[in-house]
């Protein structure tokens, strides 16, 4: 079980377009998913928040207009990149909270989503 | 910032066992040790986490000391799959996941 798909995998995309990334919780329902961003041969850096029904909560630093976050339902959070630049290349990793383990709370991870913005 | 320290980088002959140290001597009481890893290109996975005894499951096993103030995760049968990124992680109920640079393990053949 605890099993977070993405998608795309990949995605490349003209600068000042859109793009939306899904992260789905496939065998548990997850009302708070995360949203992280890794540059080459450096850590995660969390994003945001995303809690079911509410606005998400986002890192210092991290542009709320630009990051589009939306938790509409138990298993499914979207990023969306707005007006995307090439600085904003990166691997986009989302993750689930599993709240069958209330004391523990293990985070599982989705695959990552790889942006190149030209 | 990551309240915890680890060696960045390891070798380990194929089939051999892997120790992986992590120090963090600052750990609450109420704060868990997890352990994920993330392989070339790919989302972290979960390892193995623990609050005080120690812990084994099919990938690994967690021994945390006494005092709490460091653990170790061991890969019993290293195999080159197990070539990656190992993150040493404490965190609280509640509290965000906060990822150092981790340790890159180099399974050799």
């Known amino acids: 079980g605890a099993v977070v798909s993405q998608h795309p995998s990949r995605v490349i995309c003209k600068s000042g377009t859109s793009v939306k990334i899904e992260c789905r919780s496939l065998?548990?329902?997850?009302?708070?998913m995360f949203w992280y961003r890794q540059f080459p041969k450096k850590s995660l850096m969390l994003m945001a928040t995303?809690?079911?029904?509410?606005?998400?909560?986002?890192e210092q630093g991290v542009e709320k207009d630009k990051f589009l976050i939306n938790h509409a339902s138990l298993t499914l959070s979207t990023l969306t990149v707005t007006s995307a630049h090439p600085e904003d290349s990166s691997f986009y990793i989302c993750?689930?909270?599993?709240?069958?383990?209330?004391?523990?709370?293990?985070?599982?991870f989705g695959p990552g989503t790889r942006l190149l913005v030209l | 910032d990551a309240k915890t320290t680890q060696p960045p980088s390891m070798d380990c002959a194929e089939g051999r066992a892997a120790n992986l140290p992590c120090n963090h001597s600052t750990i609450s009481g109420n704060e868990y040790v997890y352990w994920y890893r993330q392989i070339h290109s790919q989302g972290p996975q979960y390892i193995i986490h623990g609050l005080k005894n120690n812990e084994t499951n099919e990938m690994a096993s967690l021994i945390i000391t006494e005092d709490r103030k460091s653990s170790t995760l061991i890969l019993p049968h290293a195999t080159l799959r197990d070539t990656a990124v190992y993150y040493c992680?404490?965190?609280?109920?509640?509290?965000?996941?906060?990822f150092g640079p981790g340790t890159r393990l180099s399974v050799l053949p």
């Open positions: 065998d548990f329902q997850a009302t708070t």
């Open positions: 992680i404490v965190r609280a109920y509640g509290q965000n996941f906060v």
């Open positions: 993750s689930a909270r599993d709240q069958r383990q209330p004391q523990a709370e293990t985070q599982y």
């Open positions: 995303s809690n079911e029904g509410s606005k998400a909560t986002y």
